[in-house]
């Protein structure tokens, strides 16, 4: 079941903090209530790697350290295993996107990462050079202090000018960070996504030590409904947590770990 259409909504804080306690209220009550998700599946051949969930897999290095061998071996590994993209820094993605093509795997990469806290028109250059660049994929952290200064009308502009200046040459995922945010600001910042016309959010553990959970997208997933994508980021390193992030809602995993996941590790 999804949530009716909140896009072009009146973003006013009052409005948002009352979905958002109905939401936790609602969820509550439902805690235990699973939700269907594009990529849910379950089931896998014990002697091969499981094919399914490799085409809802990011394979991610968006690190400090990253180095040019490594974006050979991340894209050689999303070759063979079938993942949906390669997420690089934004330095790499060029090499990427040309050691990818042709190969329908894509290049990812994000803008202010990761802290969100550049203007809106750098943020906005940002994304016109990625996708210069060959970038199709795009995290899009939101701006954490203008969320706890409840300066929300800013916040969906920001999002609505990347928004505009991707066009449909790129997707592009809003950031809910685990780690810096009370689970109330992470239900308003997906609504607030939601609201604003992101057709994608990135749940992502940052500073979180357990990493994504169930629980984290089952939230998420209450508060959304089904007209928006999720992608599960951070802590996931086995098959076990894959199955259960996508059997609790997410659409998308990004994770370093891919290979070891998709091969049952």
Same mark, same amino acid.
């Given at each position: 079941?999804?949530?009716?259409?909140? %896009?072009?909504?009146?973003? !006013? #804080?009052?409005?948002?903090? @009352?979905?958002?306690?109905?939401? &936790?209220?609602?969820? /509550? $009550?439902?805690?235990?209530?699973?939700?269907?998700?594009?990529?849910?599946?379950?089931?896998?051949?014990?002697?091969?790697?499981?094919?399914?969930?490799a085409k809802v897999l990011e394979h991610s290095?968006?690190?400090?350290?990253?180095?040019?061998?490594?974006?050979?071996?991340?894209?050689?590994?999303?070759?063979?295993?079938?993942?949906?993209?390669?997420?690089?820094?934004?330095?790499?993605?060029?090499?990427?996107?040309?050691?990818?093509?042709?190969?329908?795997?894509?290049?990812?990469?994000?803008?202010?990462?990761?802290?969100?806290?550049?203007?809106?028109?750098?943020?906005?250059?940002?994304?016109?050079?990625?996708?210069?660049?060959?970038?199709?994929? %795009?995290?899009?952290?939101? !701006? #954490?202090?203008?969320?706890? @200064?409840?300066?929300?009308?800013? &916040?969906?502009?920001? /999002? $609505?000018?990347?928004?505009?200046?991707?066009?449909?040459?790129?997707?592009?995922?809003?950031?809910?960070?685990?780690?810096?945010?009370?689970?109330?600001?992470?239900?308003?910042?997906?609504?607030?996504?939601?609201?604003?016309?992101?057709?994608?959010?990135?749940?992502?553990?940052?500073?979180?030590?357990?990493?994504?959970?169930?629980?984290?997208?089952?939230?998420?997933?209450?508060?959304?409904?089904?007209?928006?994508?999720?992608?599960?980021?951070?802590?996931?390193?086995?098959?076990?947590?894959?199955?259960?992030?996508?059997?609790?809602?997410?659409?998308?995993?990004?994770?370093?770990?891919?290979?070891?996941?998709?091969?049952?590790?």
């Amino acid at each position: 079941m999804g949530a009716p259409s909140r %896009i072009n909504d009146d973003l !006013n #804080i009052n409005r948002i903090n @009352s979905i958002v306690r109905e939401v &936790i209220d609602n969820y /509550i $009550k439902t805690k235990n209530r699973t939700f269907n998700s594009s990529g849910r599946y379950i089931t896998h051949d014990a002697n091969s790697y499981d094919k399914k969930l490799a085409k809802v897999l990011e394979h991610s290095m968006i690190i400090p350290n990253a180095t040019a061998a490594m974006v050979e071996q991340f894209c050689a590994e999303a070759v063979r295993y079938g993942f949906v993209n390669v997420s690089v820094p934004v330095c790499f993605v060029k090499m990427a996107a040309e050691l990818l093509k042709g190969t329908g795997v894509k290049t990812s990469s994000a803008v202010s990462f990761p802290y969100g806290n550049t203007t809106t028109r750098m943020k906005v250059e940002e994304t016109l050079e990625i996708i210069n660049l060959g970038g199709v994929e %795009i995290d899009l952290p939101i !701006n #954490i202090g203008m969320l706890k @200064s409840d300066d929300v009308q800013s &916040i969906s502009r920001e /999002i $609505k000018s990347v928004l505009e200046a991707a066009g449909q040459r790129a997707l592009i995922k809003v950031v809910v960070d685990l780690g810096q945010l009370t689970r109330e600001e992470q239900i308003k910042i997906a609504l607030i996504a939601q609201m604003s016309g992101a057709p994608f959010l990135k749940v992502a553990a940052g500073s979180k030590p357990d990493g994504v959970t169930q629980e984290d997208i089952k939230m998420i997933r209450a508060a959304v409904g089904s007209n928006i994508g999720i992608k599960a980021d951070g802590g996931i390193r086995n098959h076990e947590a894959a199955v259960k992030v996508i059997e609790a809602g997410a659409n998308r995993i990004g994770a370093s770990r891919s290979v070891k996941i998709v091969t049952f590790g």
